[in-house]
């Protein structure tokens, strides 16, 4: 069974400052993985997947996440945080051969402030 | 925004009580999963429908049901409501490929919150 974890409930950075949000995960075989974010009584939105490739994936609202094997982890980065980047993120994974479906396993969310 | 909407935005009902939720796909998607988001929490799996039939279905028992229309929308039946039914549900669109491996990415609606009284 596959599943995510997010170490840090909540993570404060300055605007203008680079900011990290971790995610480590566990799936069998090579993994598919996303990036969402939820604003308040929001859907989700995406973000960026990794399915294969490049370990440096870049996404929308100037996002990028680093695929780490080895340490099976997906952080989200980005250069220059923003005040409107404060919401809740979400990592999810799923396995690259499911024999139909397309479960999302998600992790329980960091929410990142952003502060002036 | 994602063109997956969703009905009806808020619901309370009693214990016991049953709830139709309705989802519409995003045009060109073929594939809709259902989620359960309780507070404070990350969506949980509860099934997919693909071509009109299940296609995968999480931890969740036989009381929530779902149907997916030849238009590719969905609804999501909850019978014999719970107090711990009480949450967000989220609906995800998606264009399935069928074949084993498909990268396809979720879109999700705003959801219907639900509360059971």
């Known amino acids: 069974a596959q599943s995510v974890a997010q170490p840090e409930d909540q993570v404060n950075v300055a605007e203008g400052n680079p900011l990290t949000v971790k995610c480590t995960y566990s799936?069998?075989?090579?993994?598919?993985l996303f990036w969402y974010v939820q604003y308040p009584n929001r859907g989700l939105q995406f973000l960026l997947k990794y399915i294969t490739g490049d370990n440096l994936v870049k996404g929308s609202y100037g996002f990028e996440a680093e695929f780490n094997k080895s340490q099976t982890s997906f952080h989200l980065k980005k250069p220059s945080a923003l005040v409107s980047d404060s919401a809740l993120y979400f990592c999810?994974?799923?396995?690259?051969?499911?024999?139909?479906?397309?479960?999302?396993?998600f992790g329980t969310g960091t929410q990142l402030k952003v502060e002036l | 925004e994602t063109g997956v909407t969703q009905s009806p935005t808020h619901l309370i009902k009693t214990r016991g009580q049953q709830v139709t939720l309705r989802c519409s796909s995003q045009?060109?998607?073929?594939?809709v999963s259902w989620y359960q988001q309780a507070l404070g929490q990350g969506p949980q799996f509860i099934f997919q429908?693909?071509?009109?039939?299940?296609?995968g279905r999480g931890n969740f028992p036989p009381r929530f049901s779902g149907l997916q229309f030849p238009n590719y929308s969905s609804e999501l039946n909850v019978n014999a409501l719970e107090l711990d039914d009480s949450a967000l549900y989220l609906c995800?669109?998606?264009?399935?490929?069928?074949?084993?491996?498909?990268?396809?990415?979720?879109?999700f609606g705003p959801g219907t919150r639900l509360t059971v009284l």
């Open positions: 045009s060109g998607h073929n594939t």
């Open positions: 995800a669109s998606s264009l399935a490929t069928g074949l084993a491996g498909s990268t396809d990415t979720q879109y």
């Open positions: 999810a994974v799923r396995p690259p051969f499911t024999g139909g479906g397309n479960k999302l396993t």
């Open positions: 799936v069998s075989g090579n993994p598919y």
């Open positions: 429908y693909y071509r009109e039939e299940e296609n």
